[in-house]
């Protein structure tokens, strides 16, 4: 228990006499494992945010976005999730190549709960679970290194008013992302994308609608 925290931890720790309290919930609530009733709520989400690391030390924060389902169980103690096609940039899986270190946070925003689950991912880019998730690009696997609830105290109460229309889904074609049209990308679109340019002047007016 003494080597959970470090020095930084411990400095706060001290300051505000939360040293005893922080000692007993590590003993208490943070587990190395993903129980039943955590697996539940993590594969209930259809949103999570994504912590990562690059070859520099320096983090990297994303909002991952899908189906109810998005974040699968694998076991006790590993969980996968897909990338989906996005801006090209592959910041959050890119970084997963060169430091696996992770941190991911699930919300409820209508029960009001949490839970983080860090630990360290990989990827493979013929992962068998990749018929998962349609039109993933590729699948994370985390092993996971710790998983805890947060307190839900400072959680805003939230509904779903719809889903993103862009949630790749089996047997439904998917839209286009509006800004692969703009023509300031047209000309340096991925293969697979390269019908989409040249119609920049429509899109460009409904973006800015919106």
């Not at 931890?9 to 922080?22: E, H, S, V, Y």
């Not at 070859?55 to 999730?81: H, I, M, P, R, W």
């Not at 899109?203 to 800015?208: D, E, P, R």
Request: net charge negative; hydrophobic share 40%; glycine share 6%.
């Amino acid at each position: 228990m003494s080597e959970y925290f470090h020095e930084g931890n411990r400095q706060l720790q001290d300051k505000f006499d939360t040293r005893r309290l922080a000692d007993r919930l590590q003993a208490g609530i943070i587990q190395p494992l993903i129980s039943p009733s955590d697996a539940a709520f993590i594969e209930a989400q259809n949103m999570f945010f994504l912590a990562t690391v690059d070859d520099k030390g320096q983090a990297n924060c994303s909002y991952k976005g899908g189906d109810v389902g998005l974040v699968k169980v694998v076991d006790e103690t590993t969980l996968a999730f897909p990338i989906y096609d996005g801006n090209g940039m592959f910041m959050s899986a890119g970084n997963v190549l060169v430091n696996g270190q992770v941190g991911l946070l699930f919300i409820d925003f209508n029960r009001q709960a949490r839970i983080r689950v860090n630990g360290v991912a990989t990827i493979t880019l013929d992962d068998a679970l990749l018929a998962n998730w349609p039109e993933a690009k590729l699948v994370v696997r985390v092993k996971v290194r710790e998983t805890f609830p947060n307190c839900p105290r400072y959680i805003h109460k939230m509904d779903i008013l719809e889903t993103s229309d862009f949630v790749p889904k089996v047997a439904c074609e998917t839209p286009a992302a509006p800004w692969k049209s703009l023509e300031i990308v047209a000309d340096v679109l991925p293969t697979y994308d390269e019908h989409l340019a040249g119609h920049d002047q429509d899109v460009l007016a409904a973006i800015n609608r919106n």
